[in-house]
């Protein structure tokens, strides 16, 4: 399957801060990225979807603000979660898709955000 | 309302015994289920994809069942081993207005083998 690369896996950041995920699509180009965020022992909950050159589409609840979505180009898309929080601590993951009518999806490795 | 339930929540096993896990859906109109074993910490990796007319799918030692008459999948999962230990999550997607699909996600079935 294709490649979805996430990084960093792992980041720690003191509050007030603001973090930026990034999710590369590696071997296709990505119309499509979503973001999830999943907290401990729970599914993975849809937090926005983006569309290469477009503005995000969040879900309700989800604070677009908060929660800076960029997908500038075709293999690349950042989440930024600005102003962080300790409440923020959770376990982000991206997917990938290569054209709208296409339902696969192919996930990042996932960022593990500690807020301090 | 769109929604995927899966069962039990939680499961521990002998290394080498089998298990079935299941997922039961609502969602409509139907374009496919797949399965995903997560391990902790990483992202969730698509074990197989079933559409409307599959009924059985194997990858290796997982093999799932569709029935979408009664809207329940099931993974089962031959000759357990230790790396099996996971979260095992169904997902389904459904057809949007406009062309597109939206995945419902399950809570996951958290799995442990053990020695």
């Known amino acids: 399957g294709a490649v979805v690369s996430q990084h960093p896996s792992r980041v720690i950041c003191k509050s007030g801060t603001s973090v930026k995920i990034e999710c590369r699509s590696l071997?296709?180009?990505?119309?499509?990225m979503f973001w999830y965020r999943q907290f401990p022992k729970q599914s993975l909950m849809l937090m926005a979807t983006s569309n290469e050159g477009s503005k995000a589409t969040y879900e309700q609840g989800v604070e677009k603000d908060k929660f800076l979505i960029n997908h500038a180009s075709l293999t690349l898309s950042t989440l930024t979660v600005t102003s962080a929080h300790p409440e923020d601590s959770s376990f982000y993951i991206c997917?990938?898709?290569?054209?709208?009518?296409?339902?696969?999806?192919?996930f990042g490795q996932g960022t593990r955000l500690t807020v301090v | 309302k769109n929604q995927v339930e899966q069962s039990p929540q939680s499961l521990i096993i002998l290394e080498g015994k089998n298990c079935t896990l299941q997922?039961?859906?609502?969602?409509?109109?139907?374009?496919?289920l797949r399965w995903y074993k997560q391990d902790t910490g990483r992202g969730p990796v698509s074990l197989t994809i079933?559409?409307?007319?599959?009924n059985t799918k194997s990858n290796g030692r997982y093999t799932a069942t569709l029935d979408a008459d009664t809207k329940q999948s099931s993974l089962h999962i031959t000759a357990s081993q230790l790396s099996d230990s996971a979260s095992y999550i169904c997902?389904?997607?459904?057809?949007?207005?406009?062309?597109?699909?939206?995945?419902?996600f399950g809570t996951g079935t958290q799995l442990k083998v053990e020695l």
């Open positions: 997902v389904v997607s459904g057809r949007v207005a406009g062309g597109g699909n939206k995945l419902t």
């Open positions: 997917s990938a898709r290569e054209r709208r009518e296409n339902t696969e999806a192919f």
């Open positions: 079933m559409t409307f007319s599959e």
């Open positions: 997922c039961n859906y609502t969602v409509s109109p139907f374009s496919n």
């Open positions: 071997d296709f180009q990505a119309t499509t």
